[in-house]
Every structure is written in C-alpha cells, then in structure tokens.
C-alpha cells in the first residue's frame, strides 16, 4: 500500500469504533499509564488499510485488547488520501492526534522531522529486531533514531486475467513495448483493453522512470535525476500507452476505477500491489481465484523496477499514554500478527521468522511478491521524500491531457525538486 502514495477510495472518515466505549486516547485527552505493571487506560489506533482490509485489522487491535483487558483500544479507519493531513492538523495543533498510526513508509521521516513522532529507541515497541527484513528497516529511521515498526512491506506486480491473455494467444508481457504489441490483439480477440494504467497517482510513474534506469533524486549525493533522459522517456511511455489505446486512464478516481475494470473484466492487466488480492479476486472476472495472475512488472528500455513500499505503526510524541501504545505497536508487529495479516489478506509480513512458517511460505501471493519486493527499489527516505510525488503528479496530467510534452513535463518536475531541496543540484 503502499505502499507508495496509492490513492483509495475517499469516503468520510469512519467514526472511532470504540473497541470499549469510553475515553478518548492519546491526543483526546485521555490519560493512562500502568498499575502495578498492567497497562491501563486508552489507545487510540488510527488505521490506514483499505475497505478490503479493515474488518481484519479491526479485529487485530481487539486481540490486544483481549491481551490487555484494562486497556480500551478506539479504533478509527481512515481513509488513506486523508490521513496524512489530518494527521498532520491534529498533531500541528496539538489535539486529536492518534496514539499510534499506522504510517505509510514515506510519512515517518516527514513526521518525524516535524517533532510528531516518539522515538522508538530502547522502548518495548522495538522487539526483536534482528528479526525484520533490512529493507523494512529503513524507512522507520531518521536522522540515527527509530520512529516506528515495520508491519507491511510491498511493492507493485502485473495483475492480469489468466483467460483474457490466453483467449487472446499472448504471453504475459516482460516489457511495456511487448504489452503495446499485444494490446491490438487482447483488444480484438477479446473486447478488453490491454492495461489499466494509474495516470492519477504519481506511485505508479516510477515504474516506468526505474524501467529507463532512472530515479527521482540521489539522496546519498543530493542530485536531482528525474529531469534527466529517463525522466523523458518515462513520459513518453505513459503518452505513447494510452494514446494507443493500449491503455485506458482516469485523472479523477484511478484507484476505484482500476480495480473495477479489472474486476469486471474490461481490462487484462493493471499494475497493483497485495493490498489488491482479495479485492480483485471479489470481482466478477476471477470467480475463478486462480485466474488471477501475478507477473513482475514489464520493463522499459533498459531496466526494470519497482518501488518499495508498505507500512510501519508509529507513536505520537504527544500521547499521553506512550506505555501502551509502545505495547501495542510491538503486538501489532509481532510475528504472530503478521502471520494472521497473511492468512486473512496475503500481505507480506516485515519479519523473517514469519516466511518460515509452511502457511505463509506456500501462500501464492507470497511466492511472488517476496522476490519482487527483494528486488524492490529503495525510494529516498528523507523528510521531503513524500512531498516528491506532487511535481510529477502535475506533470503526469499534463502529458497524458497533451498540455505538456514529456520533456516540459520532466524539466517542470527537476524544477519543482530544486525548489523544495534547496541543497540538491
């Protein structure tokens, strides 16, 4: 779900389900702490996870409950496109912060560099950390301090109908040229289009910019690339799919309409991540589950990448009760939870213990994706890191709407980078 800035469905925030009905958490004003050792008082969790998702992490945080029975938990979903303001708002403001987020992997160092996070270091939220993979490490750390837990890694496949490809004779693409091809032939022989194709969520462009050997900036030696020839090429892919018609697009609500047109069959093939699987196997096209299929997505010109992503929990620094919101962060990333998250949702879990176990190790998703996201492309873990993807945001609307070329676009996107990161060249 990142999981990269993916865009979900913006309903209203869904009002706190109080696991218990009293008290308010954290940033609410309620008080807690411990009792002779037992951890008491009130959690507010805010969760991020899509309405495919919800129900189970619901469910999780009354476990800890269950654990802990002098602890009230209030659980509120929140939508993702809403969650980094309001987080952002009540924590600036100093009222009606959660106790602990779950936290897109692009947002800790951001919010850290805000003061809004509690340093994790040397308190019970950090367990067994030899544990996490090292690539789920990185985006909880900011300037030599841990600001949160990892709890699901990601990055992004080819989702594609099975049948669809088959009744149109054509191999799962390995390259964005090879789907091009194929489209005319997927188009005729089966009536769908070839690719839906994220023109609304900048998360989705750095497939094709990795796939031309290119990144968003150097972080290690604060160098802006994406105005580079990558960067063009980049561009040109997205106008080049969709103005062939080898792509469908949708500037508005790609996220809703993606998953539908690939649900109802309309289209064969969408670049998604895990968060995806159950929902896209609801739809009408995968009745048949196993005519979901997963492929690393296709290449450009020279490379192929995809982006990391996933989701760490996080403690306010202005909860009032850090005691058990520090235990609640280390059962919402145990083991034993994320072996429950994969079973309910095929999510990849953060820590190596979990893929030894025989369930998660032989679930279908988890063959593909842990390689995938082993290969994954580290984004820059710097305070501004998420404030990157608005430039090329802008700038994909304008190529795929003929307002800008692919070279404007990029030049218009190194010029906006320079802007925000004064010291990068």
């Known amino acids: 779900m990142r999981r990269g800035i993916r865009g979900v469905t913006a309903t209203a925030l869904v009002a706190g389900l109080a696991l218990a009905a009293t008290a308010c958490g954290g940033g609410d004003g309620g008080e807690g702490g411990s009792s002779g050792g037992e951890l008491s008082g009130t959690v507010t969790f805010w969760d991020t996870s899509n309405d495919a998702e919800k129900a189970t992490y619901r469910k999780l945080a009354e476990g800890f409950q269950k654990k802990h029975p002098k602890v009230r938990v209030k659980y509120v979903n929140v939508p993702f496109g809403d969650a980094n303001a309001k987080f952002k708002n009540a924590a600036g403001g100093n009222s009606g912060a959660p106790d602990v987020m779950r936290t897109e992997v692009a947002w800790v160092a951001d919010f850290a560099n805000l003061g809004y996070l509690a340093p994790l270091d040397g308190t019970p939220a950090l367990d067994k950390t030899d544990d996490y993979l090292p690539q789920a490490v990185g985006s909880t750390e900011f300037k030599g301090k841990t600001y949160a837990a990892p709890q699901v890694i990601d990055t992004l496949g080819l989702f594609y109908n099975k049948k669809l490809l088959k009744d149109a004779g054509v191999e799962v693409p390995k390259t964005f040229d090879e789907l091009a091809r194929a489209a005319k032939k997927i188009k005729a022989k089966t009536g769908a289009t070839a690719l839906y194709l994220r023109g609304d969520d900048p998360y989705w462009f750095l497939p094709y910019l990795y796939g031309e050997g290119g990144d968003m900036v150097n972080a290690r030696d604060k160098v802006v690339e994406i105005d580079d020839g990558a960067g063009v090429k980049a561009f040109k892919t997205i ?187």
């Open 239 to 425: 106008k080049s799919l969709v103005d062939s018609k080898a792509a469908v697009t949708d500037a508005t609500d790609g996220y809703e309409n993606q998953i539908k047109a690939l649900k109802d069959g309309t289209v064969a093939m969408a670049v998604d991540g895990p968060w995806d699987i159950e929902a896209a196997r609801a739809g009408k096209a995968f009745k048949d589950k196993k005519n979901l299929g997963v492929a690393p997505v296709p290449g450009g010109s020279s490379a192929q990448g995809s982006p990391q992503g996933g989701w760490n929990l996080s403690v306010y620094a202005g909860s009032k009760n850090l005691q058990a919101s520090y235990a609640f962060v280390k059962y919402m990333s145990s083991a034993e939870v994320q072996r429950q998250t994969n079973e309910k949702l095929s999510l990849l879990p953060t820590r190596k213990s979990v893929y030894d176990v025989p369930a998660v190790r032989n679930n279908e998703m988890v063959k593909f994706f842990k390689p995938a996201v082993d290969g994954a492309v580290q984004r820059p873990w710097i305070a501004e890191g998420n404030s990157l993807f608005e430039p090329v945001k802008v700038q994909m609307n304008k190529v795929l709407t003929g307002a800008a070329s692919p070279e404007q676009a990029a030049k218009a996107t190194g010029d906006a980078y320079r802007k925000l990161l004064k010291d990068y060249k």
